[in-house]
């Protein structure tokens, strides 16, 4: 952040929650959750560019930070997330997971006043609203 502050560079955040992570845990054997999260987590990386970082967030989410800032560039790399998540079944213990994920979408402008984490928390509200009108999308938050 400090690096696209100084040379006045975009970037854009993704925010992405599993979706039903807590039925995951319920109703598979336990260790369940944390295969779902390294296999998540690496088919989410495995979608990125080299240009793009990833993180783990929080229980159930990762921030991926993108090089780039062009909304319809964006919205295509959401959606290889996405796809990349669900398109195939997670297996464990020869159980079979769905796994799906709802990711957000904001870019961080270093000439506005708003932070990282200003948007990051925005991302979060809105994510959490738009899963209650369905799940395994991508929310675009830009202003």
């Not at 560019?49 to 921030?63: A, M």
């Not at 560039?73 to 290889?80: G, H, S, T, Y």
């Not at 996405?82 to 402008?109: E, W």
Request: hydrophobic share 40%; with cysteine.
């Amino acid at each position: 952040m400090q690096f696209a502050k100084q040379h006045q560079e975009e970037f854009s955040i993704g925010l992405i929650n599993i979706d039903n992570f807590k039925l995951i845990n319920e109703k598979y054997p336990y260790g369940t959750e944390d295969a779902v999260l390294r296999e998540v987590g690496n088919r989410i990386l495995s979608a990125c560019r080299d240009s793009d970082f990833v993180g783990r967030w929080s229980d159930e989410e990762f921030l991926v930070i993108i090089n780039g800032s062009h909304p319809a560039e964006l919205v295509n790399v959401a959606e290889r997330l996405r796809k990349n998540v669900c398109d195939r079944m997670i297996v464990y213990q020869d159980v079979l997971i769905p796994a799906s994920v709802t990711v957000g979408l904001d870019i961080f402008y270093p000439a506005n006043s708003i932070s990282a984490e200003h948007i990051i928390n925005k991302l979060n509200t809105a994510l959490h609203t738009e899963k209650t009108c369905g799940e395994n999308k991508v929310v675009c938050n830009f202003e």
